[in-house]
């Protein structure tokens, strides 16, 4: 599986935009992507024009439909004029480990 965490800022007085466009945004693709299994965005409790968004994926091809999609290409398009600075991602793969000391 392939986790992706997003990372954003709000340009002042876009806050809510951001968030409720983000919102928005998770219900589109747990609507419409069957091989997304988490889409959760959360806003900052310190900073409430920072969200983050989890995100995880049956597998890489999962994750690169979603940045083929029409409604992620629509979103990233919007975001630019309110976005301060660029979207921050991470990808991350999910894999059982055992630690040892």
Known sequence: MIIVI????????????????????????????????????????EDPSQVMIFEKYKNEKALNYHTQTLHYLDAMKNLKDILEGPVDIQKFYEEHMVITS
Do not use: N, T, W
């Open 6 to 45: 997003a990372k954003m800022k709000a340009k002042q007085g876009f806050e809510k935009i951001l968030a409720d466009g983000c919102m928005e945004m998770a219900q589109v693709v747990r609507q419409k992507e069957k091989d997304c299994l988490m889409y959760y965005p959360y806003v900052s409790m």
